[in-house]
């Protein structure tokens, strides 16, 4: 054999050598290939619940009575939520003799809802009132809440199977001793959400 002809023997062998080993970098290439688009799927869920805007409404306002407050000494009206008799201390005392409209009472609030959906109330811990005619200004302190389906629970309610409840709003009044005559008011911002 002369040296070109082993030398084309050789030639041809590297050449399929070579084929071989392209079509398996091919065959390797395409199955990895068919491994990256083949993809798995898979279906989710989004979903939304639509209820019953919640609502308050105010039925009666806070009120300390018609009180007096001696010149010697300071005096307080606790107004509990519960519409448990209102009390009174040191100098401050209660003027109303029956007639109505002068007694202390809690406010009330009705509110409107999603069926059996407990809720949160959300009070400011003070306010102060404002006289209106000496512009003079007495603290509401201990601001305190009572709903009458959820009556052990602290700022919650519950409504019940037709939506409904109410809740009470209580607090202290201080009053500072030669507080001048004068009619005090102030706003009572109230915030009810579901929980």
Do not use: W
Not at 113 to 125: C, H, M, N, Q, T
Not at 169 to 187: E, M, S
């Amino acid at each position: 054999m002369t040296a070109c002809t082993k030398s084309t023997k050789r030639m041809r062998q590297a050449a399929h050598g070579f084929a071989a080993f392209a079509m398996l970098a091919a065959a390797q290439a395409g199955h990895a290939q068919s491994g990256i688009q083949a993809g798995a799927q898979a279906t989710g869920r989004a979903e939304a619940e639509v209820i019953v805007p919640i609502r308050a409404v105010p039925v009666s306002d806070l009120s300390f009575g018609l009180i007096v407050v001696g010149t010697a000494g300071d005096g307080t009206v606790e107004v509990a939520p519960d519409g448990s008799p209102p009390r009174y201390t040191s100098a401050a005392r209660s003027t109303c003799s029956g007639e109505a409209g002068c007694a202390a009472h809690p406010a009330r609030f009705d509110v409107a809802g999603e069926p059996r959906r407990s809720y949160r109330i959300v009070l400011p811990d003070q306010i102060r009132a404002r006289g209106t005619r000496t512009g003079a200004s007495l603290a509401v302190v201990a601001i305190r809440v009572r709903s009458v389906n959820a009556g052990t629970a602290l700022a919650e309610g519950v409504l019940d199977e037709a939506g409904q409840d109410s809740f009470f709003v209580g607090g202290t009044l201080q009053v500072p001793a030669g507080t001048r005559p004068d009619v005090f008011r102030a706003d009572l911002p109230v915030i009810v959400t579901y929980n």
